[in-house]
């Protein structure tokens, strides 16, 4: 006999055991247009995004942040401190008010993506609990990304712009 797997059901499979405080945050959220306060968020930004197994968001996050030294490197632009640091603090902000609702997106599509890829509710149910909860080899990951991404672009801004400075000269 199949069970059918509800939404709430399948939510709290992927979340795991914080579905409680979770669908909590869900709830406010569609009270207020989408926004309810994440500290783990806001604080942890990335490292949280990476437990909570939002692998492309982390990846958009670093591209947010690279854009910086990647533009130096190619353009000679340099932002100025006073815009650099405000972005980042924009961006903890966003995730702050917004993270929960984040979550929520990716777990509904990871939901979807598992439910049109097996015919089983069971098969379902066990997907969610292996792609969903939390991964604190992804919080690893994410800060060996950081120190990748600390040693070599600075370096490698560096070494763009005076190689195209020898092409140009």
């Known amino acids: ?19 409680a ?3 909590g ?6 009270v207020r247009g989408g926004m309810s306060w994440n500290w783990a968020a806001c604080l942890l930004g ?7 197994r939002m692998y492309w968001q982390v990846g958009v996050y670093a591209l947010i942040v690279c854009t910086e030294p990647v533009l130096h ?3 000679r632009i340099d932002m100025p401190l006073a815009l ?11 995730l702050g008010m917004y993270g929960n609702q984040l979550y929520r997106w990716h777990a509904e599509s990871t939901i979807r993506r598992l439910r049109e890829y097996h015919w089983s509710p069971e098969l379902v149910h066990d997907s969610l609990a292996r792609c969903g909860r939390t991964s604190w080899p992804g919080v690893f990951a994410m800060g060996l990304l950081l120190v990748v991404m600390a040693v070599s672009l600075r370096p490698l801004a560096g070494l763009v712009a005076h190689s195209t400075g020898l092409l140009a000269g």
């Open 73 to 75: 490197a190619l353009f």
């Open 21 to 23: 405080y979770y669908s």
């Open 1 to 19: 006999m199949k069970s059918s797997i509800r939404d709430d059901a399948a939510l709290a499979a992927f979340v795991g055991p914080r579905y």
């Open 46 to 52: 990335p490292f949280w995004m990476a437990y909570r």
């Open 84 to 94: 650099s640091r405000p972005l980042l603090y924009a961006l903890a902000l966003l």
């Open 25 to 30: 945050r869900w709830a406010l959220a569609e």
